[in-house]
C-alpha cells in the first residue's frame, strides 16, 4: 500500500467559525447572533482582512483531522516535531506485527544494485523481529531491531494556522521526498473544503513571493512571473519527480 492522506473530519463550516471570531473584535454582538449574518463572500473577506493585519489566532478555530496511512517512521519522526498539532499514532508495543510494512525510498526502487541490498537487510530484519517475538521476547522490545522504513499509521489534527506554517515548510522543495508528499496531499485536501482559508498557501515561495533557501534553492521561484497561484502550485509541486 502507498501512502494515503484522509481527511476524515473538520470544523463545520470552518470559515464561518473563524469570520466569526474575526468579527467578535470588532463589533458590539455576540458571537451566537453575529454567525447567523454571514455568508461565504463576507466570510472570506472578513478573514482576509483579519489575517492581512497579522491576527492569525482568528484561524485557530478551524480544525482538521487526517488519517495518515503508510508512512514510514522516518517521516512520522519529522511530522511529530511540529508541535501545535494533536497525534495518535499505532503502537509498536501494542501491535504484534506478522508482516511488517515497509516504505522503499524511489530512489533506491530504481536502483537494481541498492534495491537487492535494501530488500535482503530488510528481510533479515523482519525475520529476526518475528524470531525475538518466537524466544519470548516483548513486542516493545523486539521492535528496537525494525528500521526507519517500517511503515506507521497515525491520526492528525491541526487547526488552519498551523497547517498554513505546515506548509509553508513541508511543501517546499527543500523538504525531505515523503513529508512533502504527504503535505501537498493534505494542502489540496483542505484548500478543496476551506478555498478561503488556504487559497494562498503553500510553501514560502508562493506565499510570500521569496525564497531563502540561498545556494540550496530549488530555483521554480524564478518561474512564476504571469503564473496563477494555483500554476505556481503545480509548478513546485512537479519541479522534482521522483
Ligand atoms: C527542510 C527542513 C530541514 C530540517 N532539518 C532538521 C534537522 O536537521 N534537525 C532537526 O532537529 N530538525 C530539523 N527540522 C525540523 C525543524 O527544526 C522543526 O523542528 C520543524 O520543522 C517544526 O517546525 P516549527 O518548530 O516551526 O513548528 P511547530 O512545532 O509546528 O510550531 C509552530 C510555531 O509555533 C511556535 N512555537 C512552537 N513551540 C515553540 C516554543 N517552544 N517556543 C517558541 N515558539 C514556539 C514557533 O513560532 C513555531 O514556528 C527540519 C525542518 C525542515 C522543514
Not at 463589533?27 to 463576507?42: A, H, L, R, Y
Not at 517512521?73 to 511540529?82: D, F, I, P, W, Y
Not at 513529508?179 to 484548500?191: G, K
Request: with cysteine.
Amino acid at each position: 500500500m502507498l501512502m494515503k492522506v484522509v481527511l476524515l473530519e473538520y470544523t463545520q463550516n470552518p470559515e464561518k467559525v473563524c469570520a466569526v471570531a474575526a468579527l467578535t473584535t470588532m463589533k458590539e454582538g455576540t458571537p451566537s447572533e453575529m454567525i447567523k449574518e454571514i455568508d461565504p463572500e463576507n466570510a472570506k473577506k472578513r478573514i482576509q482582512r483579519v489575517v492581512g493585519y497579522g491576527h492569525y489566532s482568528i484561524i485557530e478555530h478551524a480544525n482538521f483531522t487526517f488519517s495518515i496511512e503508510g508512512i514510514s517512521r522516518a517521516c512520522s519522526h519529522q511530522l511529530v516535531r511540529h508541535r501545535i498539532a494533536s497525534f495518535t499514532q499505532q503502537s509498536q508495543r501494542y501491535v504484534k506485527m506478522d508482516e511488517i510494512p515497509f516504505v522503499v525510498p524511489p530512489s533506491i526502487k530504481k536502483n537494481k544494485v541498492a534495491a537487492d541490498l535494501f530488500n535482503q537487510n530488510i528481510k533479515f530484519l523482519s525475520e529476526s523481529y518475528k524470531k525475538l517475538l518466537e524466544l519470548g521476547i516483548t513486542p516493545e522490545d523486539a521492535r528496537f531491531i525494525l528500521p526507519n522504513a517500517t511503515k506507521t499509521n497515525l491520526v492528525m489534527t491541526m487547526n488552519a494556522r498551523e497547517l498554513l506554517h505546515f506548509f509553508n515548510l513541508r511543501c517546499c522543495n527543500r523538504a525531505q521526498w515523503e513529508i512533502r508528499e504527504m503535505a501537498w496531499e493534505m494542502l489540496y485536501q483542505v484548500l478543496d473544503v476551506s478555498p478561503a482559508l488556504f487559497e494562498t498557501s503553500g510553501p514560502k515561495c508562493i506565499v510570500e513571493g521569496i525564497c531563502t533557501e540561498g545556494k540550496s534553492s530549488c530555483g521554480c521561484y524564478k518561474l512564476f512571473e504571469g503564473k496563477t497561484i494555483e500554476e505556481r502550485r503545480l509548478l513546485v509541486k512537479d519541479f522534482y519527480k521522483q
